[in-house]
């Protein structure tokens, strides 16, 4: 085919002119949309909160309590309860999918400035979060929760273990996250299972399980009321390397079971430390100073959570008690370095 040129080009339109513009003519006698366009409206400015408003908000603090049926989410109302200042100070307990959990919501959920974790749950965190002991820091170490490690009679060591049916509670509990971590730093392999503690104690009875396990404050409601036939016990295990991190020296006695230890016996254990932790806001923020008004708030009235009426566990809260793994917040570091102060000055 012969390739066009300019000039062929030029005659080609002209040719066409006539029947492009009835097309032209034809397209603007469609009918047309006659619908009016719609005006966009001037968007109206957001309303202005309320002073009140804002001088609540400036001063409330949510505090990751836990599973509706834990202590911890019971720890945190009446935490909630005693430092209540009006306008000036008002935490908010909120229920979490579990302490484990907690710290989850500390990181990541907005409006969370403090809450209630088991110390250990920060090594999941620590390929996640590198600078994780960085970025929480603790207020106060609440209570231990021992290991109980409930087995039936013919259980006779840890060893015996190996490939039985242990449970660890349902998930979102302690004994669900902290029970299976230590048990892999033992290096024991066994069936896992979580069903709630008191199906599992049935089966045990009936010999479909072989042990449970329990992370919590001593004693255990199960273990003192409940009957048990001769030879079920707990099973020792003592401190050692693996556990210096994240875990304490315990032991369970006969004052805490008189119908399963001995007079004068005591069954070695370890114990995870339950802590209040807070987020490590900057310095002079709001959020930090939030945090700092909580903190002299909450030790400053520590009296009243000792008293009748509240959880025992707060009569043995020692304030200036660590926590394994974590740097204690630079406010309450500050209000205890007031106290000793004021106390030597006063001597």
């Keep these: 085919m012969r390739k066009l040129t300019g000039l062929h080009r030029l005659l080609l339109l002209a040719a066409f002119a006539p029947f492009l513009l009835a097309l032209h003519s034809w397209a603007d006698a469609r009918p047309q949309n006659n619908r009016p366009h719609k005006v966009r409206q001037a968007q109206p400015e957001a309303p202005q909160p309320r002073p009140e408003a804002v001088l609540m908000n400036a001063w409330t603090i949510g ?3 836990g599973l509706l049926e834990g202590a911890p989410i019971r720890l945190a109302a009446e935490i909630a309860r005693v430092v209540d200042d009006g306008d000036n100070l008002h935490v908010l307990p909120v229920v979490t999918r579990g302490a484990t959990e907690n710290l989850n919501s500390l990181l990541y959920l907005r409006g969370i400035d403090a809450a209630i974790i088991n110390s250990d749950a920060l090594e999941e965190y620590k390929s996640q979060v590198p600078d994780i002991q960085r970025r929480i820091a603790y207020v106060l170490n609440l209570f231990p929760s021992e290991l109980h490690i409930f087995v039936r009679p ?7 273990l190996a490939g039985k049916k242990v449970n660890f509670n349902t998930q979102g ?18 069936e896992k299972t979580f069903i709630p503690h008191q199906v599992a104690l049935e089966q ?3 010999g479909d399980m072989a042990a449970v396990v329990f992370i919590t404050s001593k004693p255990v409601d199960a273990f003192v009321r409940g009957r048990w036939e001769p030879g079920f016990k707990f099973l020792s295990l003592p401190y050692d390397g693996r556990f210096e991190d994240y875990y304490l020296p315990a032991a369970l006695g006969d004052a805490d079971y008189p119908n399963l230890i001995k007079p004068g016996e005591r069954v070695s254990t370890i114990a995870v430390s339950t802590a209040l932790v807070a987020f490590n806001w900057p310095a ?3 959020r930090a100073e939030r945090v700092s008004r909580f903190i002299d708030h909450l030790f400053s009235r520590i ?8 959880d025992s566990k707060w009569k ?11 740097a204690r917040v630079p406010a309450a570091q500050a209000w205890l370095d007031r106290q000793h102060r004021a106390t030597q000055a006063s001597q």
């Design 303 to 310: 009296d009243k959570l000792q008293a009748p009426g509240f």
């Design 63 to 65: 505090l990751a309590g």
């Design 173 to 190: 509990t302690a004994a669900a996250y902290s029970g299976p971590l230590i048990f892999s730093r033992l290096n024991l392999d066994v």
């Design 154 to 160: 013919e259980i006779q060591s840890l060893n015996d």
């Design 204 to 206: 045990m009875r009936k």
């Design 316 to 326: 043995s809260i020692n304030l200036a008690a660590t926590v394994p793994g974590l």
């Design 284 to 286: 002079k923020s709001n």
